[in-house]
């Protein structure tokens, strides 16, 4: 099993229906984070959560809310989609005590494929 | 605030040369690390290397090298011996640290290698 399952791979939904993109993890891993990949605009962080009790936004959080659920869940919810969400979503994990034998501590999810038509 | 610039949406290489992806980065942090990941067309974030912001010799892990420049604040991506499975998107990235490590992943937009035989 993959150290950080995002579900659903692949989802198409339409214009004003709420989402929700599910993320949990088997590192142990204390910090992840919720990013979003456009063409030409590389990988931006929607919302980050250092620790259950921590949640923060990042770079483009409109539009978007989170739930830590567990250390090992992080949810992202799309409340009313529009189609300039479509996009493709990461979900990723962090380990404050990372080192070079763990990547630097950065695992990332498969990625969740979006379309909002 | 911190950013990360790559300057070639796309580049071509012949299968056997030698490639460079450019990255810069502009931070006003002592201690950072930086980073490259390739994605394939399937999408997922492979990491190929890393340089903290103090290592004194510039990074390698196999045929992938780090060109640090810290006066410069560029830290290239050399891929010698280019092979056809390395035709994919390249990102850097450039983590902030907070609490020791594991902060935020912030990413360039990304290089499109494609390498020809």
């Known amino acids: 099993d993959a150290d950080v399952t995002q579900t659903p791979r692949n989802r198409i939904t339409k214009t004003g229906k709420r989402i929700m993109l599910e993320c949990s993890q088997t590192?142990?891993?204390?910090?992840m984070y919720w990013y979003r990949q456009d063409p030409g605009l590389g990988l931006r962080l929607i919302y980050y959560?250092?620790?259950?009790?921590?949640?923060n936004k990042g770079e483009i959080s409109d539009g978007y809310s989170v739930s830590r659920q567990a250390q090992a869940k992080f949810s992202l919810s799309l409340e009313s989609a529009i189609p300039n969400q479509t996009a493709l979503y990461f979900c990723?994990?962090?380990?404050?005590?990372?080192?070079?034998?763990?990547?630097?501590?950065?695992?990332f999810g498969s990625g969740t494929r979006l379309t909002v038509v | 605030a911190q950013k990360i610039t790559q300057t070639q949406p796309g580049m071509f290489v012949q299968e056997k040369e030698a490639v460079t992806l450019d990255c810069t980065y502009d931070t006003s942090d002592q201690s950072y690390g930086l980073f490259w990941y390739k994605q394939p067309s399937s999408g997922e974030m492979i990491f190929l290397i890393y340089q903290g912001s103090y290592d004194e010799q510039n990074a390698t892990e196999g045929r992938y090298s780090l060109n640090f420049q810290k006066a410069r604040k560029s830290a290239n991506l050399v891929i010698s011996a280019s092979q056809l499975g390395d035709s994919a998107m390249y990102f850097c990235?450039?983590?902030?640290?907070?609490?020791?490590?594991?902060?935020?992943?912030?990413f360039g937009q990304g290089t499109e290698l494609s390498v020809k035989p």
């Open positions: 959560s250092f620790d259950v009790k921590d949640i």
């Open positions: 590192k142990g891993h204390d910090r």
């Open positions: 990723a994990t962090s380990d404050s005590r990372g080192n070079r034998a763990s990547n630097y501590g950065y695992t």
């Open positions: 990235a450039m983590r902030e640290i907070f609490y020791n490590q594991g902060g935020k992943l912030i």
